[in-house]
């Protein structure tokens, strides 16, 4: 409890002695007053001790000084944390081990590197994840020139040279794992893989007064140093997202809740932070911020505060104080993009108690004005906004590239809110990481190329996926030419080596538990990699080089290397979905912004363009657009953006500003195109649910654009190559002259209209450089359309086929070991890559979207990373002096096939999740006349009656399955199949033949009922029985 300054002589006086007397008897002496402890530093001859109040530490000379942590001890210790300090200092002379526990943010961590910092001990520092296992704790086996053995990994260093354990994030790892640790906590023992057993220091050293040390080692015992202890940090799991702890882990740690400052020693860290504000302003922020950390926020189910980051968050106001404090909230906390409305109601009842709702009183910044080296500052750049009515010039850090002054670029087309956002985000910048959440396909990643190019950053971009493990973020392991194992440095070490902004494509998608292994990374700048190399904040390097007088080189061999000072991390996600559970597992429609998360960056929040914005957009990036065309386009989009029906929001998804885009772009190459047509291909309408397909129909119809009818005429689909030339109707393409020339594919194939119109919208999409995507059931000939569109072209293709055990690793590479050593062999994917073939990847729904969403950056942006980190690079002039990449070739394209989302299909919605990446192409079943002319060419000699029932039957029972009477949709592959028995074995009957067909459905007696009916219509006597008259006439 805190006391009270009060006034003396008042009654308050009076009252507050009564309640000391009561709550004296309860609460002990230390209860109800707070005693001050002081820190103090006494050097003696014989070494140093620490003195925090009347507890003395003495200290020892580090073995390894450079283990050490520098610089975290801040020039005025709060009371709070000089109690923290004491209390771990009584448990380490007690030699117990600590557990600090409490909400998340840096503190936690902060206050034992302090301690450690303070009495001069070593530490070993571990990040748990899920996939943390036994072998990071104790022993890892390493190959050297052909001998395998065990190198001791951190638990085991620590415990035999006296170093601390500090162990993050307990609740993140997996139920038993760490059991291991259980006998070290309690005994100091450990049974070690290679033989050896750690042994207590007391135990230890009684059996040397019995034998000699050579005796002990023989017998592989090694002694556990007394200085030995454990730090644990973890969350109070219920309360956060995790695993419990286990009870026999738990009663082996002594536990002490390091919660948030106290609003004073908070109070005045903020006001030296932001000399420039008026105190009353960042006391209403603090205050608003312990509100929502209060146990009745919880309960109504608004998630914590980050009380930490309000030290940037004020840096920020310090240089702009005419920035609004709502703004500056939602970056800290974005309610309106993680709440329902109820909780932004609550909020903004908290916003208004301390008068900060004053978004519509100050505007925002509305430009960048200018953006230069800084003439004083290496490595970083001056950036002037113009915020209000006069301009603010403040530093931020900046890359190694020259700068590009704003709105210079050609791909770039400068919008007011965008260009209002890349302000707000330049001021976010010189403070801390930033996070862009916005809706797939509304410019996340064009908007941080921009910011990244006006401050001169390379970008290393990393797209992540949901079972990307721990490993995949940090260094991966992989084999010598010699056979030796070794690891290799992940593109994220590299850029903080190298000082570049690391793009972190969809942290939406990742696991929680993985993605907290940053967590040190984007606090501190810190990252202990996993073979022993640690990464220090610059000015942290930099003492640490002072004090012990060590070359660069030095800190090297003893793998300690400095995070560049430029370098920042920028993280785009999808916005989180507000009424999600918090439990679901499903990877569409998570709540993934936890409190854990809020603490990491500075967020904002992508809004979509307005629609003069977006015309704007569309006529600077395709120049000859029709201007009704693009005016009808944005009428109908906007439309069903402003519904809040979410049948209106799906079509509205299908409709990104990336699609809208493409469409834009097809129309100002072919004019005549109904816009319709483009829109339904968009939305894949064709297998919309029957009421979303309704509801487009309304919608376009309300917007007056009218599906201009395709001219039936057969010669606009007629198909000539002629002297080098392919010509589909009236679209014209050079054909392909390939080195390989065996890989283009020959197919049998009989023309028919509707698939020749098909041929003709992925030519025209081919010449515009597009990736194809091809949906449709199953047998409607999607895999013969795109051999015979290849086998016209000349194209060589590369053919990849999903499913539902494809891995990332699957997908680029295929390992293989030749003569002990693990090469690894290019995969269709990357062979398409090398030589501009075509890949074809066949059934791309069946495998996991969190697998295939890794050919987004391909697509987008022509990068790529593989597993044994060679990289795919676009422009040959990036590629240049850069080893390990392989340069896209210009000729490379996709086009991928999947069936329809929905039952009866059983694969993933591949559309939902990547369709707005590529050109979408809906195939159908031929139409009766074309499917009639087709199974002609299959059976010459049936029947044309015969082919006419099938042909009418099979019409029937499609229409059906589109209606949803029946589930299985019947496709004109099982036509054909029974049209060639037929051709074969004519003498067999009608009714006989199709049960090939109908078995599968003759023990499900509704369905076999439904089926009979429809085919006796036509005349097929399948499962007739003489009650049944209802067969046509011949």
Same mark, same amino acid.
């Given at each position: 409890?805190?006391s009270?300054?009060?006034?003396?002589?008042s009654?308050?006086?009076?009252?507050?002695?009564?309640?000391?007397?009561? #709550?004296?008897?309860?609460?002990?002496r230390?209860?109800?007053?707070?005693?001050?402890?002081?820190v103090?530093?006494?050097?003696?001859?014989?070494?140093?001790?620490?003195?925090?109040?009347?507890?003395?530490?003495?200290?020892?000379?580090?073995?390894?000084?450079?283990?050490?942590?520098?610089?975290?001890?801040?020039?005025?210790l709060?009371?709070?944390?000089?109690?923290?300090?004491?209390?771990?200092?009584?448990?380490?002379?007690?030699?117990?081990?600590?557990?600090?526990?409490?909400?998340?943010?840096?503190?936690?961590?902060? %206050?034992?590197m302090?301690?450690?910092?303070?009495?001069?001990? $070593?530490?070993?520092?571990?990040?748990?994840?899920?996939?943390?296992?036994?072998?990071?704790?104790?022993?890892?086996?390493?190959?050297?020139?052909?001998?395998?053995?065990?190198?001791?990994?951190?638990?085991?260093?620590?415990?035999?040279?006296?170093?601390?354990?500090?162990?993050e994030?307990?609740?993140?790892?997996?139920?038993?794992?760490?059991?291991?640790?259980?006998?070290?906590?309690?005994?100091?023992?450990?049974?070690? *893989?290679?033989?050896?057993?750690?042994?207590?220091?007391?135990?230890?050293?009684?059996?040397?007064?019995?034998?000699?040390?050579?005796?002990?080692?023989?017998?592989?015992?090694?002694?556990?140093?007394?200085?030995? !202890?454990?730090?644990? #940090?973890?969350?109070?799991?219920?309360?956060?997202?995790?695993?419990?702890?286990?009870?026999?882990?738990?009663s082996?740690?002594?536990?002490?809740?390091?919660?948030?400052?106290?609003?004073?020693?908070?109070?005045?860290?903020?006001?030296?932070?932001?000399?420039?504000?008026?105190?009353?302003?960042?006391?209403?922020?603090?205050?608003?911020?312990?509100t929502?950390?209060?146990?009745?926020?919880?309960?109504?189910g608004?998630?914590?505060?980050?009380?930490?980051?309000?030290?940037?968050?004020?840096?920020?106001?310090?240089?702009?104080?005419? =920035?609004?404090?709502?703004?500056?909230?939602?970056?800290?906390?974005?309610?309106?993009?993680?709440?329902?409305?109820?909780?932004? !109601?609550?909020?903004?009842?908290?916003?208004?108690?301390?008068?900060?709702?004053?978004?519509?009183?100050?505007?925002?910044?509305?430009?960048?004005?200018?953006?230069?080296?800084?003439?004083?500052?290496?490595?970083?750049?001056?950036?002037?906004?113009?915020?209000?009515?006069?301009?603010?010039?403040?530093?931020?850090?900046?890359?190694?590239?020259?700068?590009?002054?704003?709105?210079?670029?050609?791909t770039?087309?400068?919008?007011?809110?965008?260009?209002?956002? @890349?302000?707000?985000?330049?001021?976010s910048?010189?403070?801390?990481?930033?996070?862009?959440?916005?809706? &797939?396909?509304?410019? &996340?990643?064009?908007?941080?190329? $921009?910011?990244?190019?006006?401050?001169?950053?390379? %970008? *290393?971009?990393?797209?992540?996926?949901?079972?990307?493990?721990?490993?995949?973020?940090?260094?991966? !392991?992989?084999?010598?030419?010699?056979?030796?194992?070794?690891?290799?440095?992940?593109p994220?070490?590299?850029?903080?080596?190298?000082?570049?902004?690391? #793009?972190?494509?969809?942290?939406?998608?990742?696991?929680?538990?993985?993605?907290?292994?940053?967590?040190?990374?984007?606090?501190?700048?810190?990252?202990?990699?996993?073979?022993?190399?640690?990464?220090?904040?610059?000015?942290?390097?930099?003492?640490?080089?002072?004090?012990?007088?060590?070359?660069?080189?030095q800190?090297?061999?003893?793998?300690i290397?400095?995070?560049?000072?430029?370098? !920042?991390?920028?993280?785009?996600?999808?916005?989180?979905?507000?009424?999600?559970?918090?439990s679901?597992?499903?990877?569409?429609?998570?709540q993934?912004?936890?409190p854990?998360?809020?603490?990491?960056?500075?967020?904002?929040?992508?809004?979509?363009?307005?629609?003069?914005?977006?015309?704007?957009?569309?006529?600077?990036?395709?120049?000859?657009?029709?201007? +009704?065309?693009?005016?009808?386009?944005?009428?109908?989009?906007?439309?069903?953006? &402003?519904?809040?029906?979410?049948?209106?929001?799906?079509?509205?998804?299908?409709?990104?500003?990336?699609?809208l885009?493409? %469409?834009?772009?097809?129309?100002?190459?072919y004019?005549?195109?109904? @816009?319709?047509?483009?829109?339904?291909?968009?939305?894949?309408?064709?297998?919309?649910?029957s009421?979303?397909?309704?509801?487009?129909?309304?919608?376009?119809?309300n917007?007056?654009? $009218?599906?201009?009818?395709?001219?039936?005429?057969?010669?606009?689909?007629?198909?000539?190559?002629?002297?080098?030339?392919?010509?589909?109707?009236?679209v014209?393409?050079p054909?392909?002259?390939?080195?390989?020339?065996?890989?283009?594919p020959?197919?049998?194939?009989?023309?028919?209209?509707?698939?020749?119109?098909?041929?003709k919208?992925?030519?025209?999409?081919?010449?515009?450089?597009?990736?194809?995507?091809?949906?449709g059931?199953?047998?409607?000939?999607?895999?013969?359309?795109?051999?015979?569109?290849?086998?016209?072209?000349?194209?060589?293709?590369?053919?990849?086929?999903?499913?539902?055990?494809?891995?990332?690793?699957?997908?680029?590479?295929?390992?293989?070991?030749?003569?002990?050593?693990?090469?690894?062999?290019?995969?269709?994917?990357?062979k398409?890559?090398?030589?501009?073939h075509? =890949?074809?990847?066949?059934?791309a729904?069946?495998?996991?979207?969190?697998?295939?969403?890794?050919?987004?950056?391909?697509v +987008?942006?022509?990068?790529?990373?593989?597993?044994?980190?060679?990289?795919?690079?676009?422009?040959?002039?990036?590629?240049?002096?850069r080893?390990?990449?392989?340069?896209?070739?210009?000729?490379?394209?996709?086009?991928? /096939?999947?069936?329809?989302?929905?039952?009866?299909?059983?694969?993933?919605?591949?559309?939902?999740?990547?369709?707005?990446?590529?050109?979408?192409?809906a195939?159908?079943?031929?139409?009766?006349?074309?499917?009639?002319?087709?199974?002609?060419?299959?059976?010459?000699?049936?029947?044309?009656?015969?082919?006419?029932?099938?042909?009418?039957?099979?019409g029937?029972?499609?229409?059906?399955?589109?209606?949803?009477?029946?589930?299985?949709?019947?496709?004109?592959?099982?036509?054909?199949?029974?049209?060639?028995?037929?051709?074969?074995?004519?003498?067999?009957? /009608?009714a006989?033949?199709?049960?090939?067909?109908?078995?599968?459905?003759?023990?499900?007696?509704?369905?076999?009922?439904?089926?009979?009916?429809a085919l006796?219509?036509?005349?097929?006597?399948?499962?007739a029985k003489?009650?049944?008259?209802?067969?046509?006439?011949?």
């Amino acid at each position: 409890m805190h006391s009270q300054i009060l006034c003396s002589g008042s009654a308050a006086v009076v009252a507050s002695r009564r309640m000391r007397n009561i #709550l004296g008897a309860v609460l002990g002496r230390d209860g109800w007053m707070w005693k001050t402890h002081e820190v103090k530093l006494i050097n003696t001859s014989s070494g140093g001790t620490v003195k925090i109040g009347e507890i003395s530490y003495k200290l020892k000379t580090p073995q390894n000084p450079e283990l050490v942590p520098v610089k975290h001890i801040s020039d005025s210790l709060p009371q709070t944390v000089a109690q923290h300090l004491r209390w771990i200092m009584q448990k380490d002379l007690l030699g117990q081990d600590v557990f600090l526990i409490g909400p998340p943010g840096p503190l936690r961590r902060s %206050i034992a590197m302090q301690y450690l910092e303070l009495t001069k001990r $070593e530490v070993e520092y571990v990040s748990l994840s899920r996939d943390t296992t036994e072998t990071d704790l104790k022993q890892r086996r390493e190959i050297r020139s052909g001998t395998a053995f065990y190198i001791d990994q951190c638990a085991v260093r620590a415990a035999t040279q006296g170093r601390v354990l500090v162990l993050e994030g307990l609740e993140k790892a997996e139920r038993n794992v760490l059991p291991v640790l259980n006998n070290l906590l309690e005994n100091r023992e450990m049974q070690l *893989e290679d033989g050896r057993f750690l042994m207590s220091a007391e135990r230890y050293d009684k059996l040397l007064q019995e034998h000699t040390k050579e005796e002990l080692d023989s017998w592989k015992i090694v002694r556990v140093s007394e200085d030995f !202890r454990v730090i644990a #940090l973890g969350l109070p799991v219920p309360k956060y997202k995790g695993n419990p702890l286990d009870p026999p882990l738990r009663s082996r740690f002594q536990a002490r809740d390091i919660y948030y400052l106290p609003f004073k020693d908070q109070l005045e860290l903020l006001y030296t932070a932001g000399p420039n504000i008026a105190a009353e302003r960042v006391s209403q922020l603090l205050s608003l911020g312990t509100t929502l950390c209060s146990q009745e926020s919880s309960n109504l189910g608004l998630p914590d505060f980050p009380v930490d980051s309000l030290l940037p968050a004020v840096h920020v106001l310090n240089t702009f104080p005419m =920035l609004s404090s709502q703004q500056l909230v939602q970056r800290l906390y974005p309610y309106p993009s993680i709440l329902g409305k109820d909780g932004c !109601r609550a909020v903004e009842g908290v916003l208004s108690r301390f008068e900060l709702l004053d978004s519509r009183r100050q505007p925002a910044p509305s430009a960048i004005v200018n953006v230069s080296m800084a003439k004083d500052l290496e490595g970083h750049a001056d950036v002037t906004l113009r915020a209000v009515d006069k301009d603010v010039t403040f530093q931020v850090p900046a890359g190694s590239k020259e700068l590009r002054p704003p709105s210079s670029s050609s791909t770039f087309i400068s919008t007011p809110s965008h260009s209002q956002l @890349i302000a707000e985000m330049m001021q976010s910048h010189m403070a801390k990481d930033i996070c862009l959440i916005g809706a &797939k396909g509304c410019g &996340k990643s064009v908007i941080a190329r $921009e910011f990244a190019e006006m401050l001169g950053y390379s %970008i *290393e971009p990393v797209m992540l996926y949901q079972d990307m493990t721990a490993r995949d973020l940090l260094q991966q !392991r992989y084999t010598l030419p010699n056979g030796d194992t070794a690891w290799r440095p992940s593109p994220l070490v590299t850029a903080a080596i190298e000082g570049k902004l690391l #793009l972190l494509d969809g942290i939406h998608r990742v696991n929680l538990g993985t993605l907290t292994v940053l967590s040190r990374l984007l606090h501190d700048r810190e990252l202990d990699l996993y073979d022993g190399t640690r990464l220090l904040r610059w000015d942290r390097y930099q003492t640490l080089k002072e004090q012990l007088d060590f070359s660069d080189q030095q800190l090297q061999e003893r793998s300690i290397l400095p995070i560049h000072p430029s370098f !920042r991390v920028l993280a785009l996600a999808e916005p989180p979905v507000v009424a999600a559970s918090t439990s679901s597992s499903s990877s569409r429609g998570q709540q993934w912004l936890s409190p854990e998360l809020l603490t990491m960056f500075l967020y904002h929040t992508v809004s979509p363009l307005a629609k003069a914005e977006e015309m704007g957009l569309i006529q600077g990036l395709t120049h000859n657009v029709p201007q +009704e065309a693009a005016e009808q386009l944005l009428h109908l989009t906007h439309s069903l953006r &402003k519904t809040n029906d979410p049948t209106a929001q799906s079509l509205a998804s299908s409709l990104s500003t990336r699609q809208l885009l493409r %469409i834009c772009r097809r129309l100002s190459q072919y004019p005549e195109e109904s @816009i319709a047509r483009s829109v339904n291909k968009a939305c894949l309408s064709r297998f919309l649910p029957s009421l979303a397909r309704a509801y487009l129909e309304k919608t376009l119809a309300n917007c007056s654009i $009218e599906d201009t009818p395709y001219p039936d005429d057969t010669h606009d689909t007629s198909c000539t190559v002629k002297d080098g030339v392919l010509t589909i109707g009236n679209v014209s393409a050079p054909v392909y002259n390939p080195n390989e020339k065996i890989k283009v594919p020959d197919v049998l194939f009989y023309d028919n209209p509707q698939h020749m119109l098909v041929m003709k919208d992925m030519l025209k999409d081919f010449l515009l450089g597009e990736h194809l995507l091809l949906v449709g059931n199953q047998g409607v000939g999607k895999n013969k359309i795109v051999d015979r569109f290849l086998h016209l072209l000349n194209r060589p293709r590369e053919y990849l086929q999903l499913h539902r055990d494809t891995t990332v690793q699957t997908l680029t590479l295929q390992p293989s070991v030749r003569n002990g050593i693990i090469t690894y062999e290019d995969s269709p994917l990357v062979k398409a890559v090398k030589l501009g073939h075509i =890949l074809v990847i066949d059934e791309a729904d069946k495998a996991p979207t969190n697998v295939t969403c890794i050919l987004k950056t391909l697509v +987008e942006s022509g990068e790529m990373i593989l597993a044994d980190g060679r990289r795919i690079v676009s422009d040959a002039h990036g590629a240049e002096g850069r080893p390990n990449t392989i340069v896209m070739h210009p000729d490379f394209r996709m086009l991928v /096939l999947a069936n329809r989302p929905g039952f009866p299909f059983l694969g993933n919605d591949f559309f939902g999740a990547l369709g707005d990446i590529f050109s979408c192409h809906a195939v159908d079943n031929p139409k009766p006349q074309a499917e009639l002319a087709m199974l002609k060419q299959y059976g010459p000699n049936v029947p044309d009656a015969t082919l006419q029932k099938l042909v009418a039957a099979f019409g029937e029972l499609r229409s059906m399955a589109d209606q949803g009477t029946i589930t299985y949709p019947y496709s004109t592959r099982e036509v054909v199949n029974i049209v060639k028995h037929l051709q074969k074995f004519p003498e067999e009957g /009608l009714a006989n033949v199709v049960r090939n067909v109908f078995d599968f459905d003759s023990y499900n007696k509704d369905m076999r009922e439904v089926l009979i009916e429809a085919l006796h219509k036509h005349g097929i006597p399948i499962g007739a029985k003489p009650s049944s008259v209802k067969l046509a006439k011949e």
